[in-house]
């Protein structure tokens, strides 16, 4: 099963950014879904998760009152807004999905399936 990212780039800090994440031949309103940022020298780190319902949602730290995840079920898409972006924001976004859970949180290893990543530098 694929999962598909877009929407990364290079951007200004304190500017927006939407990522986007698809998962082809599945709907995104029976998944578990999450996303997961890793920068270079750091570990794979949690961003932010949803339930297959789409709400609660859960975020990190780091990211909360900035980054907004949601749902497109029209679109059957997962979308998250990076708002007031930091170079600290820089990093590889992976989105994952879970076929198998309502809900698999910040726990990496709850996701059973894995996009390549989308590359988000934020210019200083």
């Known amino acids: 099963v694929q999962v598909v990212e877009s929407g990364g780039g290079l951007v200004p800090t304190g500017t927006s950014l939407k990522l986007s994440c698809t998962v082809p031949g599945r709907t995104v309103s029976n998944l578990a879904m999450g996303w997961f940022r890793q920068s270079p020298g750091k570990e794979r780190e949690f961003v932010a998760a949803?339930?297959?319902?789409?709400?609660?949602?859960e975020y990190a730290d780091s990211v909360k009152g900035r980054f907004i995840l949601s749902k497109d079920n029209n679109k059957n898409t997962l979308n998250l807004h990076l708002n007031s972006l930091r170079s600290e924001d820089t990093a590889v976004y992976y989105c994952?999905?879970?076929?198998?859970?309502?809900?698999?949180?910040?726990?990496?290893?709850?996701?059973?399936?894995w996009g390549q990543g989308t590359q988000v530098t934020v210019s200083s």
């Open positions: 994952a999905a879970d076929p198998s859970r309502h809900y698999s949180g910040r726990y990496s290893a709850l996701y059973m399936w």
């Open positions: 949803l339930t297959q319902s789409g709400d609660p949602t």
